[in-house]
């Protein structure tokens, strides 16, 4: 496929500002006139708060419920925030047509991206793509472009970024057990666990995520971070959780993978020990108010000002692009500094555990595509793009071979998820727009 330069795709757009494929009306200064359109109306929000479930956790609807509580968290929950600081990065706008005219087959149809976004197939609530720092393609199809949507499990990526961060500096030793750097968890089952096995879903306890057994380990640590739907007996904070945890163990550490958002917390937790901060404060301190993001970001936080970290993540897309941005060439757009190193990012692509997966039972690069998954990152693929998605349906996509960014939202449609998921199909795009052409 022919590429047009960087250069080239912004100065096409020197005059008009892209948004929704539109041009906005200019100030005196010359910028474009920001128009804001309220995302609801005040009948619907008071609606919407009363359609809650009372006998159930909030998460257990589909659809427009659902779009609706997940571009919505912060009216349901308190939250603590991720600052931002200094002036703001811009991203400029530089479309490539060729992404929503990429033809993909939905339920036996052949579609253009751009119509299958808008169809009923689909439940994406916002997609941006970057390359080489440029915006190549933005949509928001079910959501206003300001809103901040949770973006679930993609969250786990900031936890792991930042203890690879700390490592860098000498700070902490992921080989060593996670009792040296907190020692509550001595007489857990959590001891003797290296911290590397928490990074990669490796610690062989029997508490992978389980929503929907109210006894489980998993859910039981649900419960004490006020994720869960919170019964009499519930554990009253995660920290006491994790120090008393008593589980069995299917496998010795650093064996076989098996998710987790345990191991997510206990990794924030010991970010918050070293840096002597809660965590939202660290990555404040460490990635948001260095990246030049538009917005503060912010986390729910039920219980205590206790940050979800292993999901509940709030920000818009535009900024979560800017984090992805920090791993690719293409850097320098958002940060003067380079936040990600050389040697981050070599362990990220090629410093993965490829048998903790086959151990898993999941098939193996030669089948999957995928090399391996490493420090809360879901997958990192032979095309050497990294995947990290979240719980019905969001993601974020960094390829820095191909200096690309991708990230999404989106919601389940229904009970039975009829919807066709986002993931696979732009996956697929980015591979044969920019991958093709290497």
């Given at each position: 496929?022919?590429?047009?330069?960087?250069?080239?795709?912004?100065?096409?757009?020197m005059?008009?500002?892209?948004?929704?494929?539109?041009?906005?009306?200019?100030?005196?200064?010359?910028?474009?006139?920001?128009?804001?359109e309220?995302?609801?109306?005040?009948?619907?929000?008071?609606?919407?708060?009363?359609?809650?479930?009372?006998?159930?956790?909030?998460?257990?609807?589909?659809?427009?419920?659902?779009?609706?509580?997940?571009?919505n968290?912060?009216?349901?929950?308190?939250?603590?925030?991720v600052?931002r600081?200094?002036r703001?990065r811009?991203?400029?706008?530089?479309?490539?047509?060729?992404?929503?005219?990429y033809v993909?087959?939905v339920?036996?149809?052949?579609?253009?991206f751009?119509?299958f976004?808008?169809?009923?197939?689909?439940?994406?609530?916002?997609?941006?793509?970057?390359?080489?720092?440029?915006?190549?393609?933005?949509r928001?199809?079910?959501?206003?472009?300001?809103?901040?949507?949770?973006?679930?499990?993609?969250?786990?990526?900031?936890?792991?970024?930042l203890?690879?961060?700390?490592?860098?500096?000498?700070?902490?030793?992921?080989?060593?057990?996670i009792?040296?750097?907190?020692?509550?968890?001595?007489?857990?089952?959590?001891?003797?666990?290296p911290v590397?096995?928490?990074?990669?879903?490796a610690?062989?306890?029997?508490?992978?995520d389980?929503?929907?057994?109210r006894?489980?380990?998993?859910?039981?640590?649900?419960?004490?971070?006020g994720?869960?739907?919170r019964?009499?007996?519930?554990?009253?904070?995660?920290?006491?959780?994790a120090?008393?945890?008593?589980?069995?163990?299917h496998a010795?550490?650093?064996?076989?993978f098996?998710y987790?958002?345990?191991?997510?917390?206990?990794?924030?937790?010991?970010?918050?020990?070293?840096?002597?901060?809660?965590?939202?404060?660290?990555?404040?301190?460490?990635?948001?108010?260095?990246?030049?993001?538009?917005?503060?970001?912010?986390?729910?936080?039920p219980?205590?000002?206790?940050?979800?970290?292993?999901?509940g993540?709030?920000a818009?897309?535009?900024d979560v692009?800017?984090?992805?941005?920090?791993?690719?060439?293409?850097?320098?757009?958002?940060s003067?500094?380079?936040l990600?190193?050389p040697?981050?990012?070599?362990?990220?692509?090629?410093?993965?555990?490829?048998r903790?997966?086959?151990?898993?039972?999941l098939?193996?690069?030669?089948?999957?595509?995928?090399?391996?998954?490493v420090?809360?990152?879901d997958?990192?693929l032979?095309?050497?793009?990294?995947?990290?998605g979240g719980w019905?349906?969001?993601?974020?996509?960094?390829n820095p071979?191909?200096?690309?960014?991708?990230?999404?939202?989106?919601?389940?449609?229904?009970?039975?998820?009829?919807?066709?998921?986002?993931?696979p199909?732009?996956?697929?795009?980015?591979?044969?727009?920019?991958?093709?052409?290497?």
């Amino acid at each position: 496929m022919h590429r047009v330069s960087r250069e080239a795709r912004a100065l096409a757009l020197m005059g008009c500002a892209f948004v929704l494929g539109a041009c906005q009306t200019k100030t005196s200064e010359g910028l474009p006139s920001p128009v804001f359109e309220a995302a609801a109306n005040v009948a619907s929000v008071h609606a919407q708060h009363r359609r809650l479930p009372e006998d159930d956790i909030w998460w257990s609807v589909n659809g427009e419920d659902m779009s609706w509580n997940f571009r919505n968290l912060h009216q349901l929950f308190p939250t603590v925030n991720v600052y931002r600081g200094g002036r703001v990065r811009t991203l400029t706008p530089a479309p490539m047509p060729d992404i929503g005219k990429y033809v993909v087959d939905v339920a036996g149809t052949r579609i253009t991206f751009d119509e299958f976004l808008e169809s009923e197939h689909s439940t994406a609530t916002g997609v941006i793509v970057l390359h080489q720092g440029l915006v190549v393609f933005e949509r928001y199809p079910r959501m206003q472009d300001y809103e901040m949507p949770v973006f679930w499990s993609v969250a786990k990526v900031f936890v792991g970024t930042l203890v690879r961060i700390l490592e860098e500096r000498g700070e902490l030793d992921v080989s060593a057990p996670i009792e040296r750097y907190l020692p509550r968890l001595a007489g857990s089952s959590l001891a003797g666990v290296p911290v590397r096995d928490l990074l990669d879903m490796a610690s062989g306890l029997d508490c992978a995520d389980e929503y929907e057994d109210r006894t489980s380990c998993y859910y039981r640590y649900s419960m004490a971070i006020g994720d869960g739907f919170r019964t009499a007996d519930a554990p009253d904070n995660p920290y006491d959780f994790a120090a008393t945890l008593e589980t069995s163990r299917h496998a010795p550490p650093g064996e076989v993978f098996s998710y987790s958002g345990l191991n997510t917390f206990v990794l924030a937790w010991l970010v918050e020990e070293i840096t002597g901060m809660p965590f939202q404060d660290a990555l404040s301190r460490e990635l948001w108010y260095r990246m030049g993001a538009e917005a503060n970001a912010s986390y729910i936080a039920p219980r205590y000002g206790i940050a979800v970290t292993h999901g509940g993540f709030l920000a818009r897309l535009r900024d979560v692009a800017r984090f992805g941005l920090l791993f690719t060439p293409s850097y320098g757009v958002v940060s003067d500094e380079r936040l990600i190193s050389p040697e981050h990012l070599a362990l990220l692509l090629h410093g993965g555990r490829p048998r903790l997966r086959t151990n898993a039972g999941l098939p193996g690069a030669d089948m999957s595509g995928v090399r391996h998954n490493v420090y809360q990152w879901d997958a990192v693929l032979a095309n050497d793009t990294l995947f990290k998605g979240g719980w019905a349906g969001q993601g974020l996509i960094i390829n820095p071979t191909w200096d690309v960014v991708a990230a999404f939202t989106g919601y389940f449609k229904d009970d039975d998820h009829s919807e066709e998921a986002l993931a696979p199909i732009l996956l697929r795009l980015l591979d044969d727009v920019f991958g093709s052409a290497e």
